[in-house]
């Protein structure tokens, strides 16, 4: 049974359609207006081996954090729809991932249960381009709300912002890539309330 999921999303700020298959080759169709939040869902995708399709329409001309914020619950809700009831995944995954300078290490739970552990360095540049730093941990908490998932990222050191962020969303995929995979020994929904 393929692992997939859409959602739609509109509201007076935004209008976003996000598609993901879980069991894809990387292959991703991103377009947000922020170039660098594109740049970042491309990791995701490439690096999960998830096959990823955003198309966001937002409100750019007062600022990105809406398109942002929409973009990331969706994307959160569509990885849950695509989940279904987590019959046979590994469940728990963890993965660590340098760049340059920058190490970023992600642990993630899908349990069913929204909590969101994140660290970054202190005094990071404010802005990637359009791309405002802060909104990294905004983009963690809206997908970890709508993915019900547990998930702790913790970049213990970097210099570079463009690094920091980007190492964040590489680790974050393969995370989730190894714990959305079928575990050929699990039998059932990996809980022994047998429920997740």
Do not use: W
Not at 50 to 61: A, W
Not at 90 to 106: G, H, T, Y
Not at 138 to 155: C, D, G, K, P, R
Request: with cysteine; net charge negative.
């Amino acid at each position: 049974m393929a692992r997939v999921g859409r959602v739609e999303r509109s509201t007076k700020e935004t209008s976003v359609l996000v598609e993901i298959n879980l069991d894809g080759t990387g292959k991703a169709d991103i377009s947000t207006g922020v170039g660098f939040y594109d740049h970042m869902l491309d990791q995701l995708g490439r690096h999960g081996l998830f096959d990823l399709s955003v198309k966001t329409e937002g409100d750019l001309h007062i600022d990105s954090h809406h398109t942002i914020e929409d973009t990331s619950l969706a994307l959160g809700a569509a990885f849950k729809q695509a989940l279904g009831d987590k019959s046979g995944i590994v469940r728990f995954a963890n993965a660590s991932v340098p760049l340059d300078e920058s190490l970023a290490q992600v642990t993630v739970d899908l349990s069913g249960r929204p909590y969101l552990v994140h660290s970054e360095p202190e005094g990071m540049a404010p802005m990637i381009g359009e791309y405002d730093t802060t909104m990294t941990r905004h983009i963690l908490e809206s997908f970890v709300a709508q993915a019900q998932v547990a998930l702790h990222v913790h970049v213990p050191y970097g210099r570079n912002a463009h690094h920091i962020v980007e190492c964040q969303f590489k680790a974050l995929a393969r995370a989730l890539r190894y714990a959305s995979e079928i575990d050929p020994r699990q039998s059932g929904i990996p809980s022994t309330k047998g429920a997740l």
